[in-house]
């Protein structure tokens, strides 16, 4: 296990917990757990929490023949696939959304590559490439900017980020990581909303590059 | 396991013993007990359905997701870690799981599993019983709480809460429950790293 510093907060995964989050900040609080058993403990924490309340509903009576269906499909239901496993340094939540393939990286200059994994109007997820001393772009952003360290490390104004650490950006943190020497920083960052690049990336062509 | 089950769902049941929920669970991991298993549907697919109705679903709808759910938790009991979870969280998150994968039409992102081989030591009744008591605990924290703090609680569980409504409302106490669990899974880890 890695010595984790940086934690998810403590709403954000009770909101996964409860089903409130959307796809990409879900991928995130998968992955941070798969390394982090500080939040891991956290999230099982959570549950139990949600288990009582589910538990001290009023129950809803179902149709009377629901259960000897199930009693009957018991032995006859195949087990759905489980989620891929873990492989290197991607968690097993990553490799699906990769579907179980190596990341296909689209080059965006000065040696930073992306792999976008999810894109939809809830917000985006991608793996960002970034050589050792390479700065990412100075950018802000509309909403929560999530960026969890799978290999390397960065460093910015809030502070030093290596693998299994998780940086929570606000909107008004205009902030510029910079992966530290050795080897590459590679990152799964989510938002819920596209990024502003201040410089770099001209904003013309950030819906052809989705960030 | 030698010990007393608690009343379903009350929050006065005894605190020595595990609930007889997490006892049913565990006959079900164990010894494939199909009585065990009726049981457990008879309890919780009324309170699954009940969640999910809140959620504006159509009750054929939310049948379906009762009945895929209740079949997973056959399928996957043996997943089940009672020194981690009361049998009802950990049936909260498998409904969870297959409502997000019904309405999203796609997997939702999962931590991957610590699960123990065969060979790791056997948790002690002491660990499940002391899970259970932190639940009580949680249970009666709840319960003290001033109502519209409850009741905005119950909203989030039941998932009623937008995420940035979550963010802005008072979250449980979690008390001594996280740091079992952390324990827990600490001898997880040594108990894996043992087996490599
Ligand atoms: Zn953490």
């Given amino acids: 296990m890695n010595t984790v510093t940086h934690h998810l907060p403590d709403w954000m995964i009770r909101a996964y917990v409860a089903g409130g989050l959307g796809r990409a900040f879900s991928l995130v609080v998968a992955a941070h757990v798969t390394l982090c058993d500080e939040c891991r403990a956290q999230m099982e924490g959570e549950e139990a929490s949600g288990g009582i309340v589910f538990e001290d509903q009023r129950p809803e009576a179902v149709a009377v023949d629901l259960k000897a269906r199930v009693m009957a499909s018991l032995d006859t239901v195949p087990a759905s696939p489980a989620q891929p496993a873990q492989q290197g340094i991607y968690p097993g939540a990553v490799m699906a959304a990769l579907k179980g393939r190596a990341p296909r990286w689209r080059t965006l200059g000065g040696g930073i590559r992306q792999a976008v994994l999810s894109h939809d109007a809830e917000g985006s997820a991608r793996l960002l490439y970034i050589p050792g001393r390479v700065a990412v772009p100075d950018h802000g952003h509309k909403g929560l900017e999530l960026t969890l360290v799978l290999q390397g490390s960065f460093a910015d104004e809030t502070g030093r980020f290596a693998v299994g650490d998780v940086e929570v950006a606000g909107a008004e943190l205009e902030h510029q990581p910079i992966a530290e020497q050795g080897a590459p920083c590679i990152c799964l960052a989510a938002t819920d909303a596209p990024l502003r690049f201040s410089s770099f990336v001209p904003r013309l062509l950030q819906p052809i590059f989705r960030i | 396991m030698p010990v007393k089950p608690a009343p379903p769902g009350t929050s006065d049941a005894p605190m020595d013993a595990p609930s007889v929920q997490t006892l049913w669970l565990l006959a079900v991991r164990d010894h494939r007990d199909r009585a065990a298993f009726g049981q457990l549907f008879d309890f919780y697919a009324p309170r699954i359905k009940s969640m999910l109705m809140r959620g504006g679903m159509s009750a054929a709808a939310v049948e379906d997701i009762v009945q895929d759910a209740m079949i997973k938790v056959w399928q996957r009991a043996e997943q089940f870690d009672p020194t981690r979870a009361p049998a009802s969280a950990w049936i909260y998150r498998i409904a969870r799981n297959r409502q997000i ?34 639940a009580n605990h949680l249970r009666a924290a709840l319960h003290r709480l001033p109502q519209d703090q409850r009741i905005m609680i119950e909203q989030a569980f039941l998932g009623e809460l937008t995420h940035s409504e979550i963010r802005d409302a008072t979250g449980l106490a979690l008390g001594t429950i996280k740091s079992r669990i952390r324990l827990a899974l600490e001898r997880l880890r040594h108990d894996l790293r043992t087996l490599r």
Avoid at chain 2, 123 to 129: C, K, L, Y
């Fill in chain 2, 101 to 134: 994968e019904v309405l999203r039409r796609e997997r939702r992102p999962l931590p991957d599993d610590l699960i123990s081989g065969d060979e790791a030591s056997d948790p002690d009744a002491a660990d499940i019983i002391g899970l259970q008591q932190d």
